[in-house]
T-cell receptor
């Protein structure tokens, strides 16, 4: 089955700095890679996703990059704000499987 | 709230007791999922269902059971066989099952926190 590794487990940055979270996956057949954000006490919500036919996708201050050869993908947050503080989960969906495999999460803390 | 309602929000159980967590969605989604969330462990899949009257085991199904008698409902029973049931449980749904190149966005409920005394 698929295995997703996520790093770092915690990340502290100053407001305005950039933050990068990295994930690797094991199944070369995976073709869909979403990122979910879970604020304290709230449910996870999709913030951005990328499919295997695309190398990069941006949405305002967030972007995701995918390197299929190396089997890793990353979340980039620029100009971080305190409201970006949350736990972020990456996930991968192997082709032919009906479910996502999640990483263990990264707790991002943005200090004012 | 968000189309998926989980109840109860907090639940306490004595050892040896079974408990059922409710999950109802009004999004007309075909697929429903149960995840367990523990600190530092991410989201681990317990069971999922792609259509009514059908469900499959996830990665950590031992000690749990589910049913899918209606499209809107996917209750999870935590049985006494689950050795470490204290956790936060999240229900989710998607329009159609992920996979086959047609991956879909998961919509999560607000969660149920189970504590075994």
């Amino acid at each position: 089955g698929e295995n997703v590794e996520q790093h770092p487990s915690t990340l502290s940055v100053q407001e305005g700095d950039s933050a990068v979270i990295k994930c690797t996956y094991s199944d070369s057949a995976s073709n869909y890679f979403p990122w979910y954000k879970q604020e304290l006490g709230k449910r996870p919500q999709l913030i951005i996703d990328i499919r295997s036919n695309v190398g990069e996708k941006k949405d305002q201050r967030i972007a995701v990059t995918l390197n299929k050869t190396a089997k890793h993908f990353s979340l980039h947050i620029t100009e971080t704000q305190p409201e970006d503080s949350a736990v972020y989960f990456c996930a991968a969906n192997p082709s032919g499987y009906s479910t996502l495999t999640f990483g263990k999460g990264t707790m991002l803390l943005v200090s004012p | 709230d968000g189309g998926i309602t989980q109840s109860p929000k907090y639940l306490f159980r004595k050892e040896g007791q079974n408990v059922t967590l409710s999950c109802e969605q009004n999004l007309n989604h075909d697929a429903m999922y149960w995840y367990r969330q523990d600190p530092g462990q991410g989201l681990r899949l317990i069971y999922y269902s792609q259509i009514v009257n059908d469900f499959q085991k996830g990665d950590i199904a031992e000690g749990y059971s589910v049913s899918r008698e209606k499209k809107e409902s996917f209750p999870l029973t935590v049985t006494s066989a689950q050795k470490n049931p204290t956790a936060f449980y999240l229900c989710a749904s998607s329009i159609t099952p992920s996979g086959g190149g047609g991956a879909n966005v998961l919509t999560f409920g607000a969660g149920s926190r189970l504590t075994v005394l």
